[in-house]
Structure formats: C-alpha cells, structure tokens
C-alpha cells in the first residue's frame, strides 16, 4: 500500500508531539514536515586585484550587480554551490580558496556561506541568469547599483580581511535585521 499523495489541505499547523514549535502537520499520518532555513552558498571571486560581478537577468533585482550566488542544492555541499553558481551565472571555472562568512538574514530565514574564490584566467561570460559579467577594481565597483544588502555586507567583509587567509569570523552589521 502506498502513501496517500502529499497536498497542502492533508497539513495543518501543529505542536508536534515532544516539540515546542509548530510545525506543519499532516492530518492523515502525523508526518511533520520541518521548515528550515535556505542556505545561500556564493563567492567573492578575484582575477589578480579585480573582483567578478554579475549582473542579474532575473528577479529580484534585475539589473543590478551581485557575485555569484544563489540556493543550495539537495546533495549539495556548500563549496560545491558556490563553484556551481560562478559556472551558471558567469560561465566561470572558479577555485575555491577558503570559507570566508557566514550569516543569517533571519526575516527571510536564509543562512549565507560565502567562499572567497579566484579565476586561473580572466575567462567568463554571462551565463543564463547574467545580463553581463565584469571583473571591477574595488574603486569601480558599483556600489549604488548592488543587488542586495548582503552583497554589500561581503564584499566589506571581504576587504576588511584582504591579504589574511582562512575563516574570517563574520557579525552581521548593525541594522541587517531590518534589511
């Protein structure tokens, strides 16, 4: 015998049983589906001093920059995502050097990894999601046209832990609760 298919009107919100948040419950077997967190996996990628931005295809914030970032994959482990994403939106073979932060945006419960990462050669091009791809000195890069707060929170961080290696600890910046 199978499982009955799986429809919003099979859920409801419900306590679990030895748990103290409520969770979507279904009425017919008691299966708890658990709502967690996106994880974000992204890099700050570089060729030399200049760092890669992509500008975006699609919505939200079509047309403004970001790096290459995006939602995890199932089966997917963080760094793998982050090399994933540089290959779909700018078509860039990209090595991972180290973990560079990690923070929350709670309001839209997203956990974000971010690599910092390097190009071999300056070989890119938009991929599906990229109106166009660009490598920019840091005074060029253009900050009023940046996608997301969080794009502007890892590219400081990133400067701030320029020249160091291995994982820089990371505070989310005074007000990104409200962001």
């Not at 077997?29 to 699609?58: D, H, M, W």
């Not at 199932?74 to 090399?83: I, L």
């Not at 300056?122 to 109106?131: M, N």
């Amino acid at each position: 015998m199978s499982n009955p298919p799986f429809t919003p009107d099979h859920f409801h919100r419900a306590v679990p049983d030895g748990d103290d948040h409520e969770r979507l419950v279904c009425r017919d077997c008691g299966f708890v589906s658990y709502e967690n967190p996106k994880i974000i996996a992204g890099a700050v990628v570089t060729y030399q001093e200049q760092i890669l931005l992509c500008r975006r295809a699609i919505y939200p914030q079509k047309g403004r920059w970001t790096i290459p970032a995006g939602f995890l994959e199932m089966g997917e482990a963080p760094a793998e995502g982050a090399a994933r994403e540089a290959m779909e939106e700018a078509c860039a073979d990209i090595t991972i050097t180290d973990l560079l932060a990690v923070y929350s945006v709670r309001r839209i419960s997203q956990v974000h990894m971010m690599y910092r990462a390097t190009l071999a050669a300056p070989k890119f091009e938009p991929g599906l999601e990229s109106l166009e791809v660009a490598l920019f000195n840091w005074d060029d890069i253009p900050w009023d046209e940046l996608a997301f707060p969080s794009v502007h929170w890892v590219l400081n961080h990133f400067d701030s832990v320029r020249g160091k290696s291995g994982f820089a600890p990371f505070t989310n910046p005074e007000g990104w609760e409200k962001v």
